[in-house]
DNA sequence: TTGTGTTTTACGACCTCC
DNA sequence: GGAGGTCGTAAAACACAA
């Protein structure tokens, strides 16, 4: 599919099935889906909320696709898409930095007492389970988790080995689920270019003979995926 | 409240690359 | 063969007008 080198592979060992406990239950908010403190996923501190994102990153890409306002270089970023700026107010606002656990924390916020048990990458509750595929349904993310691998997606479409297993358990999500989170966020972006080049195009139309404006598009260059460390 | 459209997780099929 | 890529789609969750 590509014609330049694809991401590399493992260097390491995935992290996320250490972690899967046989069974788990009672937590609090379903659409939380993030299992209590004490836990055996939730005994090492996570680091979110002390990480520092000034720390250099991994270099910026844009692989064709133009990301209006933010042109990161190693050591920033901007996070200017209206999903980070939605999930940033959620926080309140002010930096990255100064997200600390307390009221607007949705780790703190959850309420409902259900039963729950891990799935082959989430946990989900026992009582609905029922999907297309077996017992499973899809889970919502808090806004947390969001935000987190938001501003991921800002530094860079394409998560790296290390990132994601650092992800994955921040955020008491599997690794395949941050994997799979990128590649719908992927989509999502190339469909909002998309629809915006046909909004543009259709505008240009208007100003075009007929015969310019059926001309064929430009062929798409797929994008390159960086060289994950 | 309800109907409907959109967004968000999750997966399968199929691809390339090593 | 196994990793992750795109693409298309299912279905839950969500938003919102009527």
Not at 22 to 39: A, I, K, L, R
Not at 72 to 101: N, R, V
Not at 121 to 139: A, H, I
Not at 181 to 196: G, H, P, S, V, Y
Request: hydrophobic share 25%.
């Amino acid at each position: 599919m590509y014609s330049n080198s694809h991401p590399a592979r493992y260097l390491a060992p995935t992290l996320s099935s250490q972690y899967i406990p046989s069974s788990y239950g009672d937590f609090s908010d379903y659409h939380h889906q993030v299992p209590e403190f004490g836990d055996p996923l939730c005994d090492t501190p996570t680091a979110a909320w002390s990480r520092a994102y000034a720390a250099p990153r991994e270099e910026w890409s844009t692989f064709g696709h133009g990301f209006p306002g933010s042109s990161p270089i190693a050591g920033q970023a901007s996070y200017e898409t209206p999903e980070f700026t939605a999930l940033h107010s959620a926080f309140g606002g002010g930096s990255c930095a100064s997200l600390t656990k307390g009221p607007g924390d949705p780790f703190t916020n959850s309420v409902i007492s259900k039963s729950y048990e891990w799935t082959r990458d989430s946990w989900l509750p026992v009582s609905r389970g029922r999907t297309r595929t077996k017992d499973k349904y899809r889970v919502v993310y808090s806004d947390h988790q969001r935000l987190e691998l938001e501003k991921e997606f800002q530094y860079s479409r394409y998560i790296t080995i290390r990132k994601k297993s650092q992800l994955s358990l921040e955020l008491h999500l599997s690794e395949r689920q941050v994997k799979i989170w990128f590649q719908n966020r992927r989509a999502k972006e190339r469909k909002l270019t998309r629809r915006k080049q046909q909004v543009s195009q259709q505008a240009s139309a208007t100003s075009q003979s007929p015969e310019e404006a059926n001309s064929d598009p430009p062929p798409r260059t797929p994008p390159v995926p960086p060289v994950q460390c």
